[in-house]
């Protein structure tokens, strides 16, 4: 991979609006490279390490909601610094366990090289402890959103599921999302850019807090 780097040579954290790094690595099913996702979505996440009780609850849960995810045209993609045997283990145990079959990628990253290129670790940190970040990566491959949480909190599946259509929702029409917005709820219009409309709109009814009926659901969809 060519993670960029700024002049020191030290390699500068993704932020909202970046390219996603592009990666080739080993998982726990095949060869892959994160170019090969372009035209879907990527949820791409981190853990800290393999058979952790908090990674082992998101990714049962993870799991459960693959087809929910999909039906978003979002694939997942998990990453850690454990190697490809380590993962394989992992989801066996898993599935032993749990009864859950692990149906998306884990990336192992042994060197740490992809986790410092997305800035989920430090250059100078000895260890991967607080490699717990995720990437909401759009089908143009723009890192579009992204979330942080300690190893010891987990993350929300339906927080994640909530994301991905928000950030949906705002590529399909001129629109914003209101705090803690559903697919099928109100959403927000934008505000105005230039100073003729806003003085236009200024005898309106909350002006600056516009909402519209979600047309897919109007739409039935």
């Not at 366990?97 to 670790?121: K, N």
């Amino acid at each position: 991979m060519n993670p960029s780097a700024n002049e020191s040579g030290v390699c500068s954290p993704v932020q909202i609006g970046d390219a996603a790094p592009n990666f080739q690595a080993r998982t726990t099913l095949g060869e892959m490279s994160l170019s090969d996702y372009r035209g879907r979505w990527v949820l791409l996440f981190s853990h800290p390490a393999d058979f952790t009780p908090v990674c082992t609850s998101e990714f049962v849960a993870l799991s459960r909601a693959g087809e929910r995810f999909k039906a978003l045209n979002c694939a997942l993609v998990a990453i850690s610094v454990d190697s490809l045997y380590s993962h394989l283990g992992w989801i066996r145990a898993i599935h032993e366990h749990f009864g859950v079959t692990v149906g998306f990628p884990i990336v192992e990253d042994p060197s740490m090289v992809i986790g410092r290129a997305y800035g989920m670790i430090a250059d100078d940190a000895p260890d991967a402890a607080t490699l717990r970040a995720t990437f909401f990566i759009d089908p143009d491959g723009i890192v579009r959103a992204k979330l942080c949480y300690p190893a010891t909190i987990g993350r929300s599946v339906e927080e994640l599921l909530r994301v991905v259509a928000a950030l949906q929702m705002v590529d399909s029409d001129n629109v914003v999302t209101p705090e803690g917005w559903r697919p099928g709820d109100d959403v927000l219009l934008p505000p105005y850019q230039d100073q003729d409309s806003a003085l236009d709109a200024a005898g309106d009814a909350c002006w600056f807090h516009r909402t519209r009926p979600d047309k897919h659901k109007k739409a039935g969809k």
